[in-house]
């Protein structure tokens, strides 16, 4: 897991990304972060993982990638 947090970090402090795929891949960082800090795992988690995967090895689309991500953040579960 190190070696896709270095990347993203990566992505993060480059230039040459877009706004939108360093937001990206900042968010995902973040979200890798919240994980590895808890000890419950939801399923809309466990899935958002697996498709930030899928996306990064151009397995899926960004748009239905997007429209899932879409899905799962609507059914997990809220802090509040």
Do not use: C
Request: glycine share 2%; aromatic share 4%; no cysteine.
């Amino acid at each position: 897991m190190g070696d896709v947090k270095l990347r993203l970090q990566k992505v993060v402090m480059d230039p040459h990304f877009s706004v939108r795929e360093r937001d990206m891949a900042k968010s995902a960082l973040e979200r890798i972060e919240a994980l590895e800090n808890r000890q419950i795992y939801h399923w809309t988690e466990m899935a958002r993982i697996a498709l930030l995967t899928e996306a990064k090895n151009r397995v899926i689309g960004k748009q239905a990638a997007t429209k899932i991500d879409s899905f799962l953040k609507r059914h997990r579960i809220r802090k509040d």
